[in-house]
């Protein structure tokens, strides 16, 4: 499993890196006090997973999901958005492409370093969240798993969880 999220109020799932999981991005939601409930998936990159993204609502809506910057690849076969109720409210410039990886398929160790030529090289922009989060704690969380960061002036910012080019 890549991300899953259970009855989740007002998430937010930005900037991951998603690689060879049964699922990329999967969110169950149940219940019907879930319809003012917000999910907003910004700049994800899921690559080679088994389910790209995945929606399950059991029939009670799952309130507003909103998916943007999102780049999906699977080299085996066709990318896909699982939305089999038509939950997902907005769904803007989903990608089905390579993100050329540096080295995707290195076993010690892969290399998930988008390529400079990548799609996901400054594919997205920020989101509010961001600052959002060093407003309310003090904390910048403009950082990827490599110690790359940021700036909150910077006008796009690469799809997925590495900054680095």
Not at 23 to 48: K, V
Not at 95 to 104: G, M, S, W
Not at 129 to 134: C, M, P, V
Request: charged letters at 20%; a negative charge.
């Amino acid at each position: 499993m890549g991300i899953k999220i259970e009855q989740g109020e007002n998430t937010y799932i930005l900037n991951n890196t998603c690689v060879r999981a049964p699922n990329g991005i999967r969110i169950n939601q149940f219940q019907p006090s879930q319809a003012s409930w917000l999910t907003e998936m910004q700049g994800n990159l899921i690559y080679d997973c088994g389910s790209e993204i995945n929606i399950v609502d059991g029939g009670n809506g799952v309130g507003t999901i909103n998916l943007t910057d999102t780049l999906i690849w699977d080299p085996d076969g066709p990318q896909a958005v699982d939305d089999p109720n038509g939950d997902i409210d907005t769904e803007t410039n989903t990608i089905a492409t390579d993100p050329n990886f540096n080295n995707p398929t290195g076993i010690t160790p892969a290399d998930f370093v988008p390529q400079v030529s990548s799609d996901a090289i400054d594919g997205t922009t920020e989101h509010v969240a961001f600052q959002d989060f060093e407003d309310l704690y003090g904390i910048d969380i403009r950082k990827d798993i490599l110690g790359s960061t940021w700036l909150a002036s910077d006008a796009n910012i690469n799809i997925g969880a590495i900054q680095a080019e």
